[in-house]
């Protein structure tokens, strides 16, 4: 298969992220109706996410989907100690992709370019080769027709430059697949080979949290081997369970061994955090609850807006906390107080940032008044005193309502983990109807 080959089909388990890059296709296909139409051409794109989700695959498919060239990169092969060559090679590549487009260059591991490491004494010639990748995404009128896609793991590391409008300015989150796409993501790699009549794609599916599909498609090839090692005619079920062990023992899935240990517990611990959020009036609506780990959180219950709200009413904090301590409370009512998980840091963090301005720069205490106290050190003892006080009666105060209303709610809390252990995503509408206690209509 050549790189132009590849489709979306090809790509499983990250829709919102094909949707949000269906527009870029559109321009490949035909950049100057695009332009004609006054609409702002895109010229860089970053896919931020952990390794072997797909990036790659992903800017394959939208060169491949627009029938364009492709261009591969990798950050690191321009990481030089001779004087240049960097960024000789990174003026070579544009020059070959402006001579070819409409499109496609792929910069893998961009980080290894635009990194903050790049000044560092060991890499002294690196910052002209980012240098270099700047003047060329600066020159985007011969750029038109040219999309330039970034991927990296680390995207907080990249040089702020490589970030400013006209440059790397769409970025695209790719997660760790949940058990849905990882269903797909098997499906697919099975296509090419001839599988047993024994082997359940979605018991295959449930038993890998914590892979990647770069590890699913190593999973159905180390399967395959297997079975043809052992002079098999078709796949089966313990050539899958075999390949599965084998990728499970190796060092870099510790973690997924771990996280199997931990579903329920992230299970009840996210339910916590939304059950809160559905039954306390002025909190955020949902937009998603997950136990699919992502970067260092075992889970999430993704709010909407995320950050574009401006004020917020005293109701709405005292909610936001409340959904904060959701989390915690969840877990010292399903497993008791010294089984608690160190888990719920970030949250009472939260919590307290909330209730810590509610008293010092919003004036929503009336034992400490309408002061706005800028620097801790100007404050007395006493007033000090009264502003710590203060904020631990709040949060003694939230994390009694989110207990009470757990206590309250404890069948529908128990509905929702037990969802989250099965489908590990639920959007909105499925938590409304898991928690009414109505199963969904899919499986996986
Ligand atoms: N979402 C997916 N759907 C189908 N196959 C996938 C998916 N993600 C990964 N794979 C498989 O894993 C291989 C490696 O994935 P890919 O190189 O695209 O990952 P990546 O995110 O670019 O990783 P890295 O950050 O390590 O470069 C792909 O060629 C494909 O076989
Ligand atoms: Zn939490």
Request: aromatic share 6%; charged share 30%; proline share 4%.
């Amino acid at each position: 298969m050549t790189d132009r080959e590849y489709k979306f089909d090809d790509v499983q388990g990250i829709d919102e992220a094909k949707a949000e890059v269906q527009e870029m296709v559109e321009f490949l296909r035909n950049p100057s109706r695009f332009k004609k139409l006054g609409a702002k051409l895109p010229t860089g794109m970053l896919l931020i996410g952990p390794p072997g989700t797909g990036k790659t695959l992903l800017a394959k498919a939208i060169a491949g989907e627009a029938d364009v060239p492709f261009f591969f990169a990798s950050g690191s092969e321009f990481d030089e100690m001779f004087v240049g060559v960097g960024a000789a090679r990174i003026r070579k590549l544009f020059e070959q992709a402006r001579r070819s487009k409409p499109c496609v260059v792929f910069i893998d591991e961009l980080d290894a370019v635009g990194g903050a490491r790049i000044t560092s004494a060991i890499h002294p010639y690196s910052r002209m080769t980012l240098n270099q990748l700047l003047v060329e995404l600066d020159g985007y009128k011969e750029l038109e027709g040219v999309v330039v896609i970034g991927a990296t793991n680390f995207p907080e590391s990249l040089d702020k430059a490589l970030v400013r409008p006209g440059r790397f300015d769409i970025h695209i989150h790719i997660d760790m697949p949940d058990v849905k796409a990882r269903h797909n993501i098997l499906m697919v790699h099975s296509k090419k080979i001839k599988l047993g009549p024994d082997v359940s794609m979605e018991k295959l599916a449930r038993g890998t949290i914590g892979f990647s599909g770069a590890d699913l498609a190593n999973l159905i090839n180390q399967a395959a081997l297997k079975a043809s090692a052992d002079g098999k005619t078709e796949v089966t079920e313990e050539d899958m369970e075999y390949a599965k062990d084998k990728i499970l023992m190796g060092p870099e899935k510790k973690s997924a061994v771990i996280e199997r240990e931990n579903k329920e517990k992230t299970a009840y611990h996210e339910g916590g955090h939304a059950i809160v959020a559905m039954f306390t009036p002025g909190a955020l609506p949902i937009h998603k609850a997950t136990i699919v780990p992502r970067g260092p959180a075992l889970g999430m219950v993704v709010m909407l807006p995320e950050k574009d709200q401006l004020s917020w009413t005293k109701k709405q904090l005292l909610a936001s906390m409340d959904v904060a301590m959701g989390g915690r409370v969840a877990e010292e009512i399903m497993y008791g107080v010294e089984n608690v998980t160190t888990g719920a840091s970030s949250d009472f963090k939260k919590a307290t940032d909330i209730a810590r301005a509610m008293v010092t720069k919003y004036a929503m205490s009336d034992a400490v008044g309408p002061v706005f106290h800028q620097d801790k050190d100007k404050i007395s003892s006493t007033t000090q005193k009264i502003i710590e006080d203060e904020i631990k009666r709040l949060l003694k105060e939230s994390h009694d309502r989110a207990y009470q209303l757990l206590k309250t709610h404890a069948t529908e809390h128990k509905r929702l983990a037990e969802g989250l252990l099965k489908y590990e995503t639920l959007d909105l509408e499925e938590i409304k109807q898991v928690i009414s206690g109505k199963p969904l209509s899919r499986s996986v």
